[in-house]
Each structure stands twice: as C-alpha cells, then as structure tokens.
C-alpha cells in the first residue's frame, strides 16, 4: 500500500493558492458537511476548543472521502500530542505558539523521527494503514507539512531564523495572539496590528515559505492575499452558525414582531 501523497503541502510548494475554513465545533458531522463544500483544507482546532486526539480521530475519518485535505492544529508545542495526532493519520499541522527558532526547532522534531527528530515509532498506526504502507517509517515526513505559527513579537523578532530551521514547510500568522503580544489584546483588526501582520506575511513569502492567515474581515483578508498570503483561512464554522441564526432570527422579527 502507498504512503498517502498530502496534496496540500504538493499544492503550497507548487505554489497554488488553497482555501481554508476552521473546524472549531467538535461535531464530525458538520465537519464531513464542510469537506463537501469544496474547500482545499479544514483546519481541525484543539488549541481552542474541547477537541482532543480522540475526537480528532473522528473528524479525519469524515474528512477522508473527500478531496479536501485536513490540518490540524494541536493544542500546544507538545510533542507526545503532536505524535498522537501524527499516528491517528494527520499529515499537516499548524503548531501554535512557536516564539523562536528554538520552538520551531522542537517542532520540527516533533514530527520526525529519530535520527532527525523525536517521534516515536509504533507500527499498527493509522498513519501506516495499520503497517501495511511499506517503509512508512523512512519515507512518513516526505508527506508531513509543518507549519509554525507566528503570534508574538518574539517571533516577529526571529521570523528569518525561524523560517531557515529545516522542518519548518510554512508559516501561519494569527493575528489576535499578535494584538496581545503586542499590547492591544481582543484588537485585531488595530492598524499597528496588521500592519506588523502583513509585514511578516511578506518576510515569509520573501523566505520562501507560504504563509497563511485568518481573519473574518474580508477587506483585512484581501489586504493579506496581496501581500503574499496563498493559504487563507476565510471561514470559520461557529461564525457562520452564529451569523446565520442571528440574520434568520432579524428576518422573522422584522415579520412577526
């Protein structure tokens, strides 16, 4: 059996632009609802959710018979979570919180195995079709993406070493970690903010690497796609449940009163 080729790190490396929408509700049926919606990847959220390696479990099983391709974000640089979540089946992952060359370096271990890195071996895994992908243990970080995440000044100050660490196959930048790093906490949107956010999207992009970002603010959005953002997150799935029963409820008072 052949090692599952990750068509999002193919797609960011040949540089094509991929469409995200975040997974924030632990619920795997809306989840299989948005992977039919045509999205090039969902990004399954344990850093701020009630989500954990089981539940994660059942989302990727719903994520599989489509073409969309599942990230997932762990809920800290921990490398026995990020190892779970890497032998459940998980191919990419966006690590939160990575403040500086030494973090990203931790990271970059986390999902390698010894000589490289630290992951630890096991056999009957997801990951390796329960053993029957021959070799998955020589050849399994060819198909891992690694994403860091940039979020604090710190990381802004580190951002070309961070980038230069080997491993690292991109950078995410989350802009409301940024505004508190930043002294501006639950101020996103403040102009010092992005403007610091989309400068480090055009220093990963002059580094090579793709850079990602979210925000729900479609102007904020359009700004970070011309400075060199090519995997947006432009959806998250309690946003729209909130948007939508608010907007439906509006309509009917308007009518009934």
């Known amino acids: 059996m052949s090692l599952p080729r990750n068509m999002f790190k193919a797609a960011l490396s ?3 632009t991929q469409l995200g929408y975040w997974c924030s509700i632990d619920d795997s049926a809306a989840t299989e609802m948005a992977a039919g919606c045509g999205y090039d990847w969902l990004l399954i959220d344990c850093e701020h959710t009630a989500m954990d390696p089981r539940s ?9 018979p489509y073409p969309t391709q599942a990230v997932v974000r762990p809920s800290s640089l921990d490398a026995a979570e990020i190892k779970k979540l890497l032998d459940l089946g998980a191919q990419s992952l966006i690590v939160p919180y990575v403040r500086d060359a030494q973090e990203a370096r931790e990271a970059a271990e986390a999902v390698d195995y010894a000589p490289g890195g630290i992951r630890g071996v096991a056999g009957l895994t997801r990951a390796s079709r329960f ?7 020589g050849r399994a ?5 690694l994403i860091v995440q940039i979020e604090t000044v710190s990381a802004l100050d580190d951002l070309e070493a961070i980038l230069a660490v080997p491993g690292v196959d991109g950078a995410f930048v989350g802009p409301a970690d940024l505004a508190a790093s930043m ?25 090579g690497k793709p850079a990602g970002f979210l925000t729900l603010d479609e102007g904020g959005m359009a700004e970070a796609v011309a400075a060199g953002c090519n995997f947006p997150a432009v959806a998250v799935d309690a946003a729209l449940l909130r948007q939508g029963a608010e907007a439906t409820l509006a309509r009917w008072r308007a009518k009934v009163g």
């Not at 994660?56 to 599989?64: I, W």
């Open 14 to 16: 040949e540089g094509r």
């Open 141 to 145: 970080r060819e198909e891992i993406c």
């Open 56 to 64: 994660v479990l059942s989302h990727l099983q719903a994520v599989a």
């Open 183 to 207: 002294g501006y906490p639950g101020e996103p949107d403040r102009p010092e903010v992005r403007t610091a956010a989309l400068e480090a999207i055009r220093r990963i992009r002059a580094a």
């Open 131 to 137: 053993g029957r992908v021959q070799g998955y243990a």
